[in-house]
C-alpha cells in the first residue's frame, strides 16, 4: 500500500508540472527541463528553505513546493519554489513550475505569463512554458494567441501529438475548422489509439475528416 501511495503521489506531482496530459518524460514533468541535475531531493520542512537560502538544498525544497502544491495549499507552495527560484535563477523548470502555481494557485496571470516567458529566455522552446502560456490564453479567450503558442510547441516537438491536440482544439474554437482538419487528421492517423486521437475525433466530424 505504502508503493501505491508514493506512486499515486508521483503521479499527481507530475500532472501538476505537467499541465494537461502532456508527457511528463517529454516535458512537463518534474524532471524535465534544460540540462539540470537530475532531481533527486526528497521534501523538507518548508520553513528550511525560507529561513537560509545559502545552505538549503533546491532540490530538496523544489520537491516540498511540490507536495504543498498537491494538497493545494498555494501560498506555501508558492513561498517555497520563490525561494527555489532566487537559489536557482537560471533554470526553466524552476521558473516553469513557478508559473503554474501562479497559474492555477492564485490565478496570477501577470507574475505566470512572466515566469513562462522566463522560462522561454533561459531555455529557447521549453515546451512546458509554452503549453503553459497557450494553456493562459485559451483560458482567457485569447485564441488566436494560444493557437501561435500551441503552434510553436508543435514545431518545438513534432513527434509529440498533444500541442497539435490544443492547437485543433482552439482553431476548432476560433471557428477555423478548414485548418484544424489536417491537423486532426494527421494525430488520428499517427496515433490512432492514443487519448490525442479520441481528443481530436471530437473536434471536428467524421464526414468532415473524411474530406481531403
Known amino acids: 500500500m505504502k508503493q501505491i501511495a508514493r506512486n499515486s503521489k508521483g503521479v499527481a506531482v507530475a500532472a501538476l508540472v505537467g499541465a494537461a496530459a502532456f508527457s511528463v518524460a517529454v516535458a512537463m514533468g518534474p524532471i524535465a527541463g534544460p540540462a539540470t541535475a537530475p532531481m533527486s531531493g526528497r521534501p523538507v520542512p518548508p520553513e528550511s528553505c525560507m529561513s537560509c ?64 516567458h522566463e522560462a522561454l529566455g533561459i531555455s529557447s522552446g521549453y515546451p512546458p512554458a509554452l503549453l503553459g502560456l497557450g494553456t493562459m490564453m485559451q483560458d482567457l479567450g485569447s485564441l488566436d494567441v494560444a493557437a501561435r503558442y500551441f503552434e510553436r510547441g508543435a514545431r518545438e516537438r513534432p513527434d509529440e501529438p498533444q500541442f497539435k491536440v490544443r492547437l485543433a482544439e482552439v482553431l476548432v474554437k476560433a471557428g477555423r475548422d478548414e485548418e484544424a482538419r489536417p491537423i486532426v487528421r494527421e494525430i488520428v492517423e499517427r496515433w490512432p489509439d492514443s487519448r490525442e486521437a479520441e481528443s481530436a475525433r471530437r473536434l471536428v466530424p467524421a464526414t468532415a475528416l473524411a474530406r481531403p
Open 53 to 116: 537560502e545559502r545552505t538549503a538544498d533546491w532540490r530538496s525544497c523544489h520537491q516540498t513546493a511540490l507536495s504543498l502544491a498537491m494538497e493545494r495549499e498555494w501560498p506555501r507552495a508558492i513561498a517555497v519554489e520563490e525561494s527555489v527560484h532566487r537559489m536557482q535563477p537560471r533554470n526553466a523548470e524552476v521558473a516553469a513550475v513557478l508559473a503554474r502555481m501562479y497559474q492555477e494557485g492564485t490565478r496570477n496571470t501577470v507574475r505566470a505569463f512572466e515566469l513562462y
